[in-house]
């Protein structure tokens, strides 16, 4: 119980005043980041079903459902906009965890502070709170819980409700119930992603969604278990072994000095995390020997395990099996010198210079690269070219990566090309900098209706 009792006294604590500057900057590119993806995938067919879905079933008007402008529950706006969140794969990653711990948070964090009427500050208390625990309960379950686990749908209850409490500011007794609650509703399978299903990112979105309830019944006084996340048939047991609690002192004794916020990963690509290194590798070969596609023979890529386990199809036939296959993405970055949204378009899956470099490409296994996963994500790429040469290069981290960050204009031009596919870039622009400016708004229920930016898609 002392696990859970420092939790919760994080939690409780927590304030914008106490928190370093660069936390709070960091805070509000994860929002931006967030934004980002979601509002790039509301072309989507789920994102339109889950439209259709809140709209059918209907709720009171408390939270906005992103990109649609359309207002509902609090509890619809969290699966909907953690779901789409996490729909296009360019939402962010904490590597040492195997988790995407934004599309679960912020959805949470964000429709309580419009539903709460909280101020900009506390929502940004609210993400950090649910960063800084859900990544450590992250890193501490892995890489072991990821062999059947979605991380995102899992964990994430846990970030969403730690964030959701914090925005709600529960009592230590509240959070702790919101903290068991959510813990025995979290799930999400890895058959989905094996599987070309639309599990995956509602993982996210349930998450967000179960943590979001986890707070508001806790809030009523409804009972969770206090010791549900260490407990001896306690969600980490149950998910990882017996062994992973041993973990729990190590990774959380330093909340509040450490923040694993700053770890975070910005996204480069659209596509699987598990092809990022591999891509650039790929990018750089072409950069560096000036390789056109019809040069090369053939490709062999060889990466970590895990990137084999959920990034290995060979023959990708949709855009989704695409961003988990590591060969299509290496073959695309080769084929048109980048990998962006364009590049997972029917034209570009049926691009016949694309189709020959799968047919040469070879995945393997690096068993020395495991040794080392989830801290770096070793890929290397060697291409043997038609004069009979071999060039290669290894990438141990991603671009993203905090070992490889980007610069504050690659984010804005990421944020920028997403956010426009719905809006103009004016009103692009006023969200880049009301982001930026967040800690000032009084009332987070008027962020986006007075912005007056959405449009009736």
Same mark, same amino acid.
């Given at each position: 119980?002392?696990?859970?009792?420092?939790?919760?006294n994080? +939690?409780?604590?927590?304030?914008?005043? @106490?928190?370093?500057?660069?936390?709070?900057?960091?805070?509000?590119y994860?929002?931006l980041? #967030?934004?980002?993806?979601?509002?790039?995938?509301?072309?989507?067919?789920?994102?339109?079903?889950?439209?259709?879905?809140?709209?059918?079933?209907?709720?009171?008007?408390?939270?906005?459902?992103?990109?649609?402008?359309?207002?509902?529950?609090?509890?619809?706006?969290?699966?909907?906009?953690?779901?789409?969140?996490?729909?296009?794969?360019?939402?962010?990653?904490?590597? !040492?965890? =195997?988790?995407?711990?934004?599309?679960?948070?912020?959805?949470?964090a964000?429709?309580?502070?419009?539903?709460?009427?909280?101020?900009?500050?506390?929502? =940004?208390?609210?993400?950090?709170?649910?960063?800084?625990v859900?990544?450590?309960?992250?890193?501490?379950?892995?890489?072991?819980?990821?062999?059947?686990?979605h991380? /995102?749908?899992?964990v $994430?209850? =846990?970030?969403?409700?730690?964030?959701?409490?914090?925005?709600?500011?529960?009592s230590?007794?509240?959070?702790? #119930?919101?903290l068991g609650?959510?813990?025995?509703?979290?799930?999400?399978?890895?058959?989905?992603?094996l !599987?070309?299903? #639309?599990? @995956?990112?509602?993982?996210a $979105?349930?998450?967000?969604?179960?943590?979001?309830?986890?707070?508001?019944?806790?809030?009523?006084?409804?009972?969770?278990?206090?010791?549900?996340?260490?407990?001896?048939?306690?969600f980490?047991?149950?998910?990882?072994?017996?062994? @992973? +609690?041993?973990?729990?002192?190590?990774?959380?004794?330093?909340?509040?000095?450490?923040?694993? =916020?700053?770890?975070t990963?910005?996204?480069?690509?659209?596509?699987?995390?598990?092809?990022?290194?591999?891509?650039?590798?790929?990018l750089?070969l072409?950069?560096?020997?000036?390789?056109?596609?019809?040069? +090369?023979?053939?490709?062999?890529i060889? /990466?970590?395990?895990?990137?084999?386990d959920?990034?290995?199809?060979?023959?990708?036939?949709?855009?989704?099996e695409?961003?988990?296959?590591?060969?299509?993405?290496?073959a695309?970055a080769?084929?048109?010198?980048?990998?962006? &949204?364009?590049?997972?378009?029917p034209c570009?899956?049926a691009d016949? $210079?694309?189709?020959? &470099?799968?047919s040469v490409?070879?995945?393997?296994?690096?068993?020395?690269?495991?040794? !080392?996963?989830?801290?770096?994500?070793?890929?290397? +790429?060697?291409l043997?070219?038609?004069?009979?040469?071999?060039?290669?290069?290894?990438?141990?981290?991603r671009?993203?990566?905090?070992?490889?960050?980007?610069t504050?204009?690659?984010?804005?031009e990421?944020f920028?090309?997403?956010? /426009?596919?719905?809006?103009?870039?004016?009103?692009?622009?006023?969200?880049?900098?009301?982001v930026?400016?967040?800690?000032?708004?009084?009332?987070?229920?008027?962020?986006?209706?007075?912005?007056?930016?959405?449009?009736?898609?």
């Amino acid at each position: 119980m002392m696990f859970s009792k420092s939790v919760v006294n994080f +939690v409780k604590e927590l304030s914008f005043e @106490k928190l370093p500057s660069d936390v709070v900057k960091q805070a509000k590119y994860c929002m931006l980041d #967030w934004l980002g993806a979601v509002f790039g995938a509301f072309r989507e067919v789920p994102a339109s079903i889950l439209r259709e879905f809140v709209v059918d079933i209907g709720g009171c008007e408390q939270a906005t459902l992103l990109p649609f402008g359309i207002r509902t529950s609090c509890l619809n706006a969290a699966l909907v906009n953690g779901s789409l969140a996490h729909m296009i794969e360019y939402d962010d990653i904490f590597k !040492e965890g =195997i988790y995407h711990p934004g599309a679960p948070v912020i959805a949470a964090a964000l429709a309580v502070a419009e539903y709460a009427k909280a101020s900009g500050k506390k929502l =940004i208390e609210g993400i950090v709170a649910g960063y800084e625990v859900s990544t450590r309960l992250a890193q501490a379950m892995n890489p072991e819980h990821y062999r059947y686990w979605h991380t /995102t749908g899992t964990v $994430g209850a =846990i970030g969403a409700a730690s964030a959701a409490s914090k925005v709600l500011s529960l009592s230590e007794r509240e959070i702790k #119930w919101a903290l068991g609650i959510a813990g025995t509703m979290a799930a999400g399978l890895q058959q989905t992603l094996l !599987e070309n299903a #639309w599990g @995956k990112p509602l993982h996210a $979105g349930k998450a967000a969604f179960n943590g979001v309830m986890a707070a508001l019944l806790a809030k009523r006084g409804f009972v969770g278990a206090e010791a549900l996340l260490e407990g001896e048939k306690g969600f980490i047991r149950a998910m990882a072994g017996d062994e @992973k +609690v041993s973990k729990l002192g190590e990774l959380f004794g330093h909340l509040g000095r450490d923040f694993n =916020i700053l770890k975070t990963t910005f996204k480069y690509y659209p596509s699987c995390g598990h092809t990022h290194s591999a891509i650039d590798a790929a990018l750089e070969l072409v950069r560096r020997h000036g390789i056109n596609h019809t040069m +090369v023979e053939e490709i062999e890529i060889s /990466t970590y395990s895990v990137a084999v386990d959920v990034a290995g199809r060979e023959k990708p036939m949709t855009s989704y099996e695409a961003k988990f296959s590591i060969a299509y993405c290496v073959a695309a970055a080769i084929r048109f010198g980048r990998v962006s &949204l364009a590049q997972f378009e029917p034209c570009c899956l049926a691009d016949d $210079g694309l189709r020959r &470099l799968l047919s040469v490409t070879r995945v393997v296994r690096d068993l020395d690269a495991d040794k !080392e996963f989830p801290r770096k994500r070793r890929s290397k +790429v060697s291409l043997k070219l038609r004069n009979g040469s071999i060039v290669s290069t290894t990438s141990d981290y991603r671009r993203g990566d905090p070992e490889k960050p980007l610069t504050e204009e690659q984010m804005r031009e990421k944020f920028f090309s997403l956010v /426009t596919l719905c809006v103009l870039e004016t009103k692009a622009n006023d969200l880049w900098n009301r982001v930026q400016s967040i800690d000032m708004e009084d009332n987070m229920s008027l962020f986006f209706s007075s912005l007056g930016f959405i449009k009736d898609i």
